[in-house]
């Protein structure tokens, strides 16, 4: 058989054995191997043939990565074809130009740091999905295993990123015990059994440890599942208000400390600049007065004045009856019946959805794929980075869905003094709930590297609650509208990896360079 195709049949292998490890399908053992028969197709490849060899080493990456994220997005398809094939493509792409390097070390290098840039490339590119405007986060090794929080605890020690070094590492020595043929070398099998099985085992004994917290907060996290993107509701949102409330505390046999509701559910909250004065915060202030112990947080769209050229781009609009420019947030609101309002902005932005990237130099983005839950040109608004606090003096960080997903991000949160997370999510828009649950399990994660509770409401998707450990403690899912009471333990102290987050991406940036920079200047003095 022709070693290319011997080389993508392998390639495809690895894609299919990762998405099965993948959540919602949860057989978690295969990522510890998966990767192994790519690094085998990589090597027969490297081993007989060199032309062409990283157009071939890119079209081994590009196979597996397209594969593997292609299969785990069938829910996005369901919904939008458009962004299905984009977002797998781009996905794909920025793994694979990196890692095509691969055989340019090997040949130059050795296998051992051949390897060692495979690692390291794949937690640069990790990185890369962080903070480029057209990567996603979704797809870092890391988030993988949510679906086993009991198998994650030391998340709290090494992160998300830890974690994918963890994982890749595993596949790395099992496969030089492969490719070695070294089957009963103690010496092969030492880091094996350490990653593979002693890790694990420490990690389920600290699972099993009993949390303990002296503060709690009683909560009501309401799972609604209506379409606030109409007419009516953005021209007079008082019904929707007084339809949540009446389903909120519908049953409740509590008044509880803090309400939750979903990401913009409200779509016309008003102007920021006089906020307290606008009808639908005057109306929420009134009716909070039957409840003067309980504070209010919800997810709407509000809007500021672009009165300086520096406030005025793409993403503002512009009315021409009154002669003035606007712009148009994604905000997560406190409300109490008696203090000042509170206003958090979504920072990070599902691309060509909630914010079209490069649409300064690139405007024709804005009609590349379908539209998804509330089209806008939104932005972050820069008065919008207030904690929320309960009457109680507890503090809680609110977070706008997709940003829920970068790991860096959340850490940095985790570092403020506060007892817990909010996360205010709307995925009425899906058409399948596996995308619910996968972003659910990958926010299990999450929870453990920040060592903080996630309280979670969604309108549609999956309402949930998430312990420190990753437990989830209670969830909602379906279109039934329901609230979930529930004491929280709070935690106020930061997890060691608080203190080392991003270590590792600079660690594998450095070294994938490094090693890439050796590499070419071996190559240039053979020439």
């Not at 080389?7 to 949860?26: H, K, M, R």
């Not at 983005?365 to 998804?372: H, K, M, Q, S």
Request: aromatic residues 14%; positive net charge; charged residues 15%.
């Amino acid at each position: 058989m022709n070693y290319i195709i011997k080389g993508l049949i392998l390639s495809i292998c690895s894609g299919l054995l990762i998405y099965f490890a993948w959540p919602v399908n949860g057989i978690f053992p295969l990522i510890f191997f998966g990767l192994v028969p790519l690094l085998i197709g990589l090597e027969i490849v490297i081993k007989n043939h060199r032309k062409l060899l990283y157009l071939k080493s890119f079209l081994l990456f590009f196979t597996f990565y397209f594969i593997w994220t292609l299969l785990s997005l069938t829910w996005l398809y369901k919904t939008a074809p458009d962004s299905y094939l984009i977002t797998s493509l781009l996905t794909t792409i920025n793994y694979s130009v990196i890692l095509s390097f691969y055989p340019m070390v090997y040949i130059k290098l050795g296998k051992n740091y051949a390897l060692a840039y495979f690692a390291s490339a794949i937690l640069l590119t990790d990185w890369i999905s962080q903070v480029y405007s057209l990567g996603t986060p979704y797809f870092n090794l890391g988030l993988g295993l949510g679906q086993t929080p009991w198998l994650i605890q030391h998340y709290k020690i090494i992160g998300v990123e830890g974690g994918s070094l963890w994982i890749i590492l595993s596949n790395i020595f099992i496969f030089n015990l492969i490719s070695n043929k070294n089957y009963f070398s103690i010496k092969k099998w030492t880091p094996i059994i350490g990653l593979v099985i002693i890790v694990p085992i420490i990690s389920v004994i600290t699972f099993s440890i009993p949390e303990n917290s002296n503060e709690n907060t009683l909560v009501a996290i309401h799972h609604s599942n209506i379409d606030p993107n109409t007419k009516e509701a953005y021209e007079n949102p008082i019904p929707v208000i007084d339809s949540l409330f009446n389903s909120t505390f519908s049953g409740l046999k509590k008044v509880p400390d803090i309400i939750v509701w979903p990401e913009t559910i409200i779509i016309r909250l008003g102007w920021l600049h006089k906020i307290d004065t606008e009808p639908v915060i005057v109306h929420l202030k009134e009716k909070l007065k039957n409840y003067p112990n309980t504070t209010l947080v919800f997810g709407a769209i509000g809007f500021s004045h672009a009165d300086s050229k520096k406030e005025i781009t793409r993403y503002t609009t512009y009315v021409e009856d009154g002669n003035y420019y606007f712009n148009t947030h994604n905000l997560a609101v406190t409300v109490t019946a008696n203090l000042p309002t509170l206003i958090t902005s979504k920072e990070l932005f599902i691309p060509f959805h909630e914010q079209i990237p490069y649409y300064n130099t690139l405007p024709f983005l804005a009609n590349l794929i379908d539209a998804l839950g509330t089209r806008a040109m939104f932005s972050p608004f820069k008065g919008g980075n207030k904690l929320t606090q309960d009457l109680k003096g507890h503090h809680y960080e609110s977070v706008l869905c997709y940003e829920s997903l970068f790991s860096l991000f959340m850490i940095k949160k985790c570092t403020r003094k506060i007892g817990a997370i909010l996360i205010h999510a709307n995925e009425h828009w899906l058409k399948d709930l596996n995308g619910s649950k996968q972003y659910l399990y990958e926010n299990v994660a999450i929870a453990i590297q920040g060592g903080k509770p996630l309280i979670r409401s969604s309108n549609g998707g999956a309402t949930a609650v998430i312990s420190k450990k990753g437990e989830i403690l209670d969830v909602i899912s379906g279109d039934a509208p329901s609230t979930i009471l529930k004491k929280v333990s709070l935690n106020y102290s930061t997890t060691f990896y608080s203190h080392i987050a991003g270590s590792f991406h600079t660690g594998g940036g450095i070294s994938s360079i490094l090693l890439l920079f050796i590499s070419i200047i071996k190559r240039q003095q053979k020439k």
